[in-house]
Structure formats: structure tokens, C-alpha cells
């Protein structure tokens, strides 16, 4: 299962975990996904999707067709 937003396309990062002796290892920042059903008003059907919390904000303000169409335009839609 991949950690990649449908949305946003957000995927996992890579960084450092630094340690007070300022040693550093690798780590990973994974996105704040939730798997999640929306009602599309338009087709009259619900839509699940796997979604960061950035996405769900962006779904909250645009509304799921406009995010839909934004994301599409953008090219991250899966």
C-alpha cells in the first residue's frame, strides 16, 4: 500500500533523527493519511480516497469536485 496522498500527492520524506551528541541517522516523515469516503454531489455516489489532513482541508475549502479539479490539473490525481 502506498503512502501517497490522491489528493496532493504527498509522499514520504527523507530526513535525519539528530541526537544531542548531534550524531545523525536516516528517518523517514511520513504524510498524515486518512482513508476516507466523500459524497459526490454531482454523481450521487460516495468516493473513497486516501487522503493527507492537508488534503481533507483542501476538500473542506474548495469542496470535493473543485479539489478533484484542481488536483487533476495539477496531475497528482491517482
Known amino acids: 500500500m502506498a503512502k501517497v496522498c490522491q489528493l496532493t500527492g504527498r509522499r514520504p520524506r527523507s530526513g535525519n533523527n539528530v541526537s544531542h551528541a548531534n550524531n545523525k541517522t536516516k528517518r523517514k516523515f511520513n504524510p498524515n493519511l486518512h482513508r476516507k469516503k466523500f459524497w459526490l454531489e454531482s ?34 490525481l491517482s
Open 43 to 76: 454523481e450521487g455516489i460516495f468516493v473513497d480516497l486516501k487522503v493527507s489532513a492537508a488534503g481533507i482541508r483542501t476538500i473542506d475549502k474548495l469542496g470535493l469536485e473543485g479539489a478533484l479539479k484542481k488536483a487533476a490539473m495539477r496531475g497528482t
